[in-house]
């Protein structure tokens, strides 16, 4: 479980993030839906402890994270491959097998070889997706995971999203998702001006 209570962050005099309280639990996906600059992506920023509230709490049980925050960035004079195994190797948890399946499931196992520089954007989004899940996080904070795909990698997101949902925390930030066409979350959370409006 994640709780939030009472969170504020102002940065060079924006307040980002306005009183926020909000609790996220296990085998929920949750929607932050609103305008670009209503908070969403500083709320996942928050959750995942790269920025310090100046007041109120964030409280966790230990979770671990698997994160897309804004655009995912790799090496890209390196493969698909090689970028995955880079950030494997800072916590050792999972074996090259577990990046091969990865690949697999992301569809991009025909271009782990290729540099990441001459992957489309819809690519390097599989890719981003590919490290966020690899080490099977308890929680996912993905910041609009369905940029750029086409069709049917769309579909696959969704598919896998949905799959993963059971025993994790899954927090989706998207600006302009139409959740009534694609029912997958469990609550949506409309953001406005660094506040939860609904």
Same mark, same amino acid.
Request: aromatic share 6%.
């Given at each position: 479980?994640?709780? %939030?209570?009472?969170?504020? @962050?102002?940065?060079?005099?924006?307040?980002? #993030?306005?009183?926020?309280?909000? &609790?996220? =639990?296990?085998?929920?996906?949750?929607?932050?839906?609103?305008?670009?600059?209503?908070?969403? &992506?500083?709320?996942? *920023?928050?959750?995942?402890?790269?920025?310090?509230?100046? @007041?109120?709490?964030?409280?966790?049980?230990?979770?671990?994270?698997?994160?897309?925050?804004?655009?995912?960035?790799?090496?890209?004079? =390196? &493969?698909?491959?090689?970028? #995955?195994?880079?950030?494997?190797?800072?916590?050792?948890?999972? /074996?090259?097998? =577990?990046? =091969?399946?990865? %690949?697999?499931?992301?569809?991009?196992?025909?271009?782990?070889?290729?540099?990441?520089?001459?992957?489309?954007?819809?690519?390097?989004? *599989?890719?981003?997706?590919?490290?966020?899940?690899?080490?099977?996080?308890?929680?996912?904070? %993905?910041?609009?995971?369905?940029?750029?795909?086409?069709?049917?990698?769309?579909? #696959?997101?969704? /598919?896998?999203?949905?799959?993963?949902?059971?025993? @994790?925390?899954?927090?989706?930030?998207?600006?302009?998702?139409?959740?009534? @066409?694609?029912?997958?979350?469990?609550?949506?959370?409309?953001?406005?001006?660094? *506040?939860?409006?609904?």
């Amino acid at each position: 479980m994640i709780k %939030l209570e009472n969170v504020s @962050k102002q940065l060079k005099k924006n307040l980002v #993030l306005n009183d926020v309280s909000m &609790t996220f =639990e296990k085998g929920n996906i949750y929607l932050l839906s609103g305008h670009n600059g209503s908070g969403k &992506t500083m709320l996942l *920023r928050m959750i995942c402890g790269l920025i310090k509230p100046d @007041k109120g709490s964030v409280k966790t049980d230990g979770e671990s994270f698997g994160v897309i925050i804004e655009s995912p960035a790799f090496v890209l004079h =390196e &493969t698909g491959r090689e970028n #995955l195994r880079f950030l494997a190797r800072i916590r050792n948890e999972i /074996q090259m097998s =577990e990046i =091969e399946s990865v %690949l697999e499931t992301v569809n991009l196992l025909d271009m782990a070889d290729k540099k990441v520089k001459t992957y489309s954007l819809g690519m390097k989004q *599989r890719l981003g997706l590919a490290q966020a899940i690899m080490e099977n996080p308890d929680v996912l904070l %993905l910041d609009e995971p369905f940029n750029a795909l086409d069709d049917e990698h769309f579909q #696959l997101a969704l /598919q896998l999203i949905q799959e993963m949902k059971q025993d @994790k925390i899954i927090i989706i930030a998207a600006h302009g998702f139409d959740y009534q @066409k694609y029912p997958i979350f469990d609550q949506v959370v409309s953001m406005s001006d660094g *506040r939860i409006v609904d």
